[in-house]
């Protein structure tokens, strides 16, 4: 089975700033990868997928990239609605699609 | 709108059984693939099943393999997952997800609790 791996597993960050996160796959995956938002209590939401596509609906602040094993969340300027718990998903391996085990982001 | 709406939840003993419901509406739902991931407590998120949109392919992950059975009814908008054998390990809030770009519509979700 393919494992991502996430990191950092938690990060605190101030409104404004600029925000990476890393998804590394344990094989490659193409571009068959998707980051979900998710809220204490709430279900995960499509922020992206096709590793840079951005779901319609979502803010323009929040763009990805990569291919192959190492994959990319940024969100270019942190705003407060957006401390979540970030996740990335990978397709390729069908029909066992994991998640990595995500990203906390605070408020510092 | 798309909308998911999960039922069926509650708590069981280990051992039993239950039979989770995902109602949707706002789509084609009989063109879509459906899918059941979980959450447990605190933790992060677990694929856990998977149907093609004429159930032709059905797919399991290992961990619920034998227990689970995914289905669907297309003329009722429904999917659903019946869940056998339940362990303590299987408590989690279970979400229905669509098929689309990757998953991109989501139920709320239902706790299952399995616990003497």
């Known amino acids: 089975d393919i494992q991502l791996t996430q990191s950092p597993s938690f990060l605190s960050a101030s409104v404004g700033d600029r925000v990476t996160i890393t998804c590394r796959a344990s094989?490659?995956?193409?571009?068959?990868l998707a980051w979900y938002q998710q809220k204490p209590g709430k279900a995960p939401k499509l922020l992206i997928y096709?590793?840079?596509t951005l779901q319609s609906g979502v803010p323009s602040r929040f763009s990805g990239s990569g291919s192959g094993t190492e994959f990319t969340l940024t969100i270019s300027s942190l705003q407060p609605e957006d401390f979540a718990t970030y996740y990335c998903?990978?397709?390729?391996?069908?029909?066992?699609?994991?998640f990595g085990q995500g990203t906390k982001v605070e408020i510092k | 709108e798309v909308q998911l709406v999960e039922s069926g939840g509650g708590l069981v003993k280990p051992g039993g059984s239950l039979r989770l419901s995902c109602a949707a509406s706002?789509?084609?739902?009989?063109?879509?693939?459906m899918n059941w991931v979980r959450q447990a407590p605190g933790k992060g998120l677990e694929w856990v099943s998977s149907?093609?949109?004429?159930?032709?392919?059905?797919y399991y992950a290992d961990s619920v393999k034998g227990r689970f059975t995914i289905s669907r009814d297309n003329a009722k908008n429904s999917l659903y997952l019946q869940m056998n054998s339940l362990r303590a390990e299987d408590t989690a809030v279970y979400y229905c997800?669509?098929?689309?770009?990757?998953?991109?519509?989501w139920g709320q979700g239902t706790l299952v609790t399995v616990s003497s």
């Open positions: 997800a669509r098929s689309g770009n990757s998953f991109d519509y």
């Open positions: 706002g789509f084609t739902f009989s063109s879509y693939s």
């Open positions: 149907i093609s949109s004429s159930s032709s392919y059905i």
């Open positions: 094989q490659g995956i193409s571009s068959y």
């Open positions: 096709a590793a840079s």
């Open positions: 998903q990978q397709l390729n391996s069908y029909p066992s699609w994991t």
